[in-house]
């Protein structure tokens, strides 16, 4: 069967020498979609990004342009724009790259959003172990102030735009927008209670937009090709292409960026050249540790947000995890489990004692010490932990358990009558047994 190859857009320049240097980056039509943007009135450039059908790549896909036009008109307070670069979520680094080698694109894509918006301050929130990327941005947000693409003149224009660049500490939370905004202000990273939206009170109380650096990336293309151009790739109702981080037991693992016509197959046989050692596969993650699993039945399931939804999960950060025959799934859902127990941030009762729980169940199960009422534990665990937590971590933490039972309840029923997991990878390991005890 054919399969669909990737659609460059943001990495187009993916392969050019130095392109993250300033004068490269221009010499390859950088800052053009600024200059055309603040040729543009701000309302006249939010409509034309609603056209183009932009949606956030952060996770929750809510269109760029809406989420703008939020933002009050009125004067007063200032805005503020938070750029969302805490990439934390498992077999997530499509940011990481982009920071990495393209950070002129990111700036641009900035600048541009800030124009429309009304802002004149920017923060942009990086997570703390991506030194590589933060020493990128720091090198191009210094050349981008020299030459006038920041500053008390952008461009020449009279407007003035600054960045300022934040390292996180590496909390998993940080990345939900609230807590970002916590930790920004010195706080500790604790997400905060909606309404009020950070449209309307975000940082330090002022109307605030937080975009993904994906999301902000895309504009300056938008703004050189047009909204109609960008509106022709994708579905109906998600636009554009997309950047999917590969992972797990593929031959070649990567970022690829997919049209979102494309099908789980196109990115896991095609660009990923298929399953390790030519095994069968096993489980899809499709959005992130957060997204609920498929099995090798969703292989033909889009890549659009509405596709994967319709299967039982969601897009989320774009991170596809693939698993093999021989992987153990409830060592797997194990895993999964001792990284949101770990990440929980303590603030509610449901996710801080749910997540523990769920763990010390799941250890019981995988070392041979379960008892098939431990099945409906877990779920009814799960059941008290979704909806009822302070932000989504506590919803996302159960995805692995509901999704694991109802796709592979037969391996949990098998290590709780047989002691032992039929399968080599992630099987039981007696350390696990002593740690926990």
């Known amino acids: 069967m054919k399969v669909?190859?990737?659609?460059?857009?943001?990495?187009?320049?993916?392969?050019?020498?130095?392109?993250?240097?300033?004068?490269?980056?221009?010499?390859?039509?950088?800052?053009?979609?600024?200059?055309?943007a603040l040729a543009m009135k701000p309302d006249d450039l939010i409509e034309l990004v609603k056209a183009s059908g932009l949606r956030g790549r952060g996770g929750a896909g809510f269109p760029t342009g809406m989420k703008w036009s939020f933002v009050p008109k009125t004067p007063g307070k200032p805005k503020y724009l938070c750029v969302n670069c805490d990439e934390s979520e498992p077999g997530t680094c499509k940011d990481r790259e982009l920071v990495e080698e393209q950070p002129h694109q990111l700036i641009e894509g900035i600048a541009i959003c800030c124009w429309a918006v009304g802002i004149e301050?920017?923060?942009?929130?990086?997570?703390?172990?991506?030194?590589?990327?933060?020493?990128?941005?720091?090198?191009?947000?210094?050349?981008?102030y020299k030459a006038g693409f920041l500053g008390?003149?952008?461009?020449?224009?009279?407007?003035?735009?600054?960045?300022?660049?934040?390292?996180?500490a590496g909390a998993y939370i940080c990345g939900e927008e609230s807590a970002l905004l916590s930790s920004l202000e010195g706080g500790r990273g604790f997400p905060r209670l909606k309404p009020p939206f950070p449209a309307i009170s975000g940082l330090y109380a002022c109307p605030t937009v937080i975009n993904n650096v994906e999301t902000l990336s895309t504009l300056p293309h938008i703004l050189?090709?047009?909204?109609?151009?960008?509106?022709?790739?994708?579905?109906?109702?998600?636009?554009?292409?997309?950047?999917?981080?590969?992972?797990?037991?593929?031959?070649?693992?990567?970022?690829?960026?997919?049209?979102?016509?494309?099908?789980?197959?196109?990115?896991?046989?095609?660009?990923?050249?298929?399953?390790?050692e030519d095994k069968e596969l096993k489980a899809i993650i499709p959005g992130g540790a957060s997204a609920p699993m498929l099995t090798?039945?969703?292989?033909?399931?889009?890549?659009?947000?509405?596709?994967?939804?319709?299967?039982?999960?969601?897009?989320?950060?774009?991170?596809?995890?693939?698993?093999?025959?021989?992987?153990?799934?409830?060592?797997?859902?194990l895993r999964i489990m001792e990284f949101f127990e770990?990440?929980?941030?303590?603030?509610?009762?449901?996710?801080?004692?749910?997540?523990?729980?769920?763990?010390?169940?799941?250890?019981?199960?995988?070392?041979?010490?379960?008892?098939?009422?431990?099945l409906d534990l877990l779920l009814s665990v799960c059941g008290n932990l979704a909806g009822k937590s302070f932000c989504p971590l506590g919803d996302a933490s159960t995805s692995c358990v509901t999704s694991g039972l109802r796709y592979f309840k037969d391996e949990f029923e098998h290590l709780v009558e047989h002691k032992k997991s039929k399968y080599s990878l992630g099987a039981y390991d007696p350390r696990l047994v002593a740690a926990h005890h």
Not at 19 to 29: F, M, P
Not at 121 to 144: Q, S, V
Not at 237 to 260: A, D, Q, W
Request: with cysteine.
């Open 121 to 144: 301050t920017a923060f942009l929130y990086i997570r703390g172990e991506m030194l590589e990327g933060y020493l990128a941005l720091r090198k191009a947000i210094d050349e981008a």
């Open 152 to 168: 008390k003149s952008v461009m020449k224009s009279g407007y003035k735009l600054d960045i300022v660049l934040h390292r996180g």
């Open 296 to 333: 090798r039945e969703h292989l033909d399931v889009g890549l659009d947000f509405e596709s994967i939804a319709a299967a039982g999960s969601m897009a989320g950060s774009g991170a596809v995890v693939v698993m093999h025959q021989d992987t153990c799934m409830v060592g797997a859902i």
């Open 224 to 276: 050189v090709n047009g909204a109609e151009w960008y509106a022709g790739f994708g579905t109906e109702k998600s636009k554009g292409t997309r950047i999917f981080c590969l992972s797990g037991h593929v031959k070649k693992p990567g970022n690829y960026e997919m049209e979102l016509t494309s099908t789980m197959r196109d990115l896991i046989f095609g660009c990923g050249g298929g399953i390790l």
């Open 342 to 374: 770990e990440e929980s941030c303590g603030k509610c009762t449901p996710c801080r004692e749910g997540t523990r729980w769920m763990r010390d169940v799941l250890i019981r199960i995988h070392s041979g010490h379960g008892q098939k009422s431990d």
């Open 4 to 36: 669909k190859e990737q659609q460059q857009i943001l990495f187009k320049s993916r392969q050019i020498e130095n392109i993250g240097e300033l004068d490269v980056y221009a010499q390859h039509g950088g800052y053009e979609g600024l200059k055309r």
